[in-house]
C-alpha cells in the first residue's frame, strides 16, 4: 500500500529538548517536504526536499532542521524546541513529471513543547 | 505570488442538504487547485484536483468544484450531505515554478446535523 508514515503520532516535551520527528514513503517519490498546521492558519510549509541531499527552506523553517540522505526518508529535526512550535506537523511526498501535483500526506505528528 | 481564500471557517448543513464551500485564489500563472479533506486525527486526503483539463472536476465520495476564471473560484459542492462528511477541507493552489509547494487555505470545519 502507498503510504507516507510519521512517527510519533502524539510527542510532548519539554523546551530544549532535541527531538525529531520521522517520515518515510514507500512510492519512490522524490519531492517530500514538512508542513505544520495551527488553528487559523491552515498549512504552511517548513522545509521540502527536491531530491537526495537537495533541501530547502519554505515559509517557516526557524528552528527546524532538515536532511535527505536517502530518498525515502525525510526527518525533521528540532535541535531546541520551544512552545510556539507546538503544532500539528505533516509531512508530504509526491513524484515529478506530470503527476508531481498530487501530494501524498502522512497521519500527521502532535507536538506539544511545554 | 498564489495565495487562497476561504470564506467560512464553519459551516453546518443539515442531512440530505447542500453543501457549499466557498474557495477564491489569486495565481499570476494558470493555476493548479486542489481540495483535500482532513478527518478528526487523520492526515490529509486528496478529494479533487484541477490542473487545466475539465473546468468541472469530479472527486471522490460525491464531491465536484468548477473553475471560473473570471470568478477566480473554485468552489467544492456536493448535492447531498451525509453524516460522513463532516470534516475539516482546505483549498490550496500549487505554486508556480520547481518547488512543487502547496498553498493551502485556512480551511472550513464541515458539520453535518442530523
Known amino acids: 500500500e502507498a503510504q507516507v508514515t510519521q512517527n510519533p503520532r502524539y510527542l510532548i516535551t519539554v523546551t530544549g529538548k532535541k527531538l525529531t520527528v520521522t517520515c518515510s514513503q514507500n512510492?519512490?517519490?522524490?519531492?517530500m517536504s514538512w508542513y505544520r498546521q495551527d488553528p487559523g492558519l491552515g498549512l504552511r510549509q517548513i522545509y521540502y526536499?527536491?531530491?537526495?541531499?537537495?533541501?530547502d527552506k519554505g515559509d517557516v523553517p526557524e528552528g527546524y532542521k532538515v536532511s535527505r540522505k536517502e530518498k525515502r526518508n525525510f526527518p525533521l529535526i528540532l535541535e531546541s524546541p520551544s512552545p510556539n512550535q507546538t503544532s500539528l506537523y505533516f509531512c508530504?511526498?509526491?513524484?515529478?513529471?506530470?503527476?508531481?501535483?498530487?501530494?501524498?500526506f502522512g497521519a500527521g505528528t502532535r507536538l506539544s513543547v511545554l | 505570488a498564489q495565495s487562497v481564500t476561504q470564506l467560512g471557517s464553519h459551516v453546518s448543513v443539515s442531512e440530505g442538504a447542500l453543501v457549499l464551500l466557498r474557495c477564491n485564489y489569486s495565481?499570476?500563472?494558470?493555476?493548479?487547485l486542489f481540495w483535500y479533506v482532513q478527518y478528526p486525527n487523520q492526515g490529509l486526503q486528496l478529494l479533487l484536483k484541477?490542473?487545466?483539463?475539465?473546468?468541472l472536476v469530479k472527486g471522490i465520495n460525491g464531491f465536484e468544484a468548477e473553475f471560473k476564471k473570471s470568478e477566480t473560484s473554485f468552489h467544492l459542492t456536493k448535492p447531498s450531505a451525509h453524516m460522513s462528511d463532516a470534516a475539516e477541507y482546505f483549498c490550496?493552489?500549487?505554486?508556480?515554478?520547481?518547488?512543487?509547494?502547496?498553498?493551502f487555505g485556512t480551511g472550513t470545519l464541515l458539520a453535518v446535523q442530523p
Open positions: 495565481s499570476s500563472v494558470p493555476p493548479y
Open positions: 484541477y490542473t487545466s483539463a475539465a473546468t
Open positions: 508530504a511526498s509526491s513524484s515529478s513529471g506530470w503527476a508531481k501535483n498530487i501530494q501524498y
Open positions: 490550496a493552489v500549487r505554486e508556480g515554478g520547481a518547488t512543487n509547494k502547496l498553498i
Open positions: 512510492m519512490n517519490h522524490e519531492y
Open positions: 526536499s527536491m531530491n537526495v541531499e537537495v533541501t
